[in-house]
T-cell receptor
Framework: AQKVTQAQTEISVVEKEDVTLDCVYE???????LFWYKQPPSGELVFLIR????DEQNEISGRYSWNFQKSTSSFNFTITASQVVDSAVYFC??????WGAGGTSYGKLTFGQGTILTVHP | ETGVTQSPTHLIKTRGQQVTLRCSSQ?????VSWYQQALGQGPQFIFQ???????GRGNFPPRFSGLQFPNYSSELNVNALELDDSALYLC?????????????FGPGTRLLVL
């Protein structure tokens, strides 16, 4: 069974502050994929970043960066210099690599409960 | 813009009725997945279709069924609607098997069951 936990229900920051969203996951798969999605009020889930379990290199993409720690099963996401347009619900998600009659986790996304981020001007 | 489209955008039904939701995948993708998102919750996996066959199902009863067509478009059918079926239904497409596991979502269909 797969599980994703986002302990922060809501975060409120002032524009230009840095903000980190926490994510902890559980899986039995040895190969898996981690994602962050953003859901603005319109409802559409927007893909932000993806990390494969076999690649622990952390990266920065513009104002986004992530910290993948396999030893602690965490995949945290940071927005640098937050902006009002960053206000949304952020979801961490996990998919595994099992495929077939015994149970498919490949391509099946398990989401956390989401973190509501509000950035004030 | 992900290239994934869904119709209708909003729908109101009464308990006991049946509903069909539609999704058009991003060009070149071979897999469609459906998710249900209740208010204030994360999306829950309903099922996935790969090459027109159901490949994986979440904890949803048989009255939730689906189809994937040769052009990779898909339908989600829900029979005997219940009040708890009120939710945002999201369709996602991906290209599985090519190292492209990322799922791209459509705008969703908001279903209200009265």
């Amino acid at each position: 069974a797969q599980k994703v936990t986002q302990a922060q229900t809501e975060i409120s920051v002032v524009e230009k502050e840095d903000v980190t969203l926490d994510c902890v996951y559980e899986t039995r798969d040895t190969t898996y994929y981690l994602f962050w999605y953003k859901q603005p009020p319109s409802g559409e889930l927007v893909f932000l970043i993806r990390r494969n379990s076999f690649d622990e290199q952390n990266e920065i993409s513009g104002r986004y960066s992530w910290n993948f720690q396999k030893s602690t099963s965490s995949f945290n996401f940071t927005i640098t210099a937050s902006q009002v347009v960053d206000s949304a619900v952020y979801f961490c998600a996990l998919s595994g690599s099992s495929w077939g009659a015994g149970g498919t986790s490949y391509g099946k996304l398990t989401f956390g409960q989401g973190t509501i981020l509000t950035v004030h001007p | 813009e992900t290239g994934v489209t869904q119709s209708p955008t909003h729908l109101i039904k009464t308990r006991g009725q049946q509903v069909t939701l539609r999704c058009s995948s991003q060009s070149g993708h071979n897999t469609v997945s459906w998710y249900q998102q209740a208010l204030g919750q994360g999306p829950q996996f309903i099922f996935q279709y790969y090459r027109e066959e159901e490949n994986g199902r979440g904890n949803f009863p048989p009255r939730f069924s689906g189809l994937q067509f040769p052009n990779y478009s898909s339908e989600l059918n829900v029979n005997a609607l219940e009040l708890d079926d009120s939710a945002l239904y999201l369709c996602a497409s991906s290209l599985i098997g090519q190292g492209q596991e990322t799922q791209y979502f459509g705008p969703g269909t908001r279903l209200l069951v009265l």
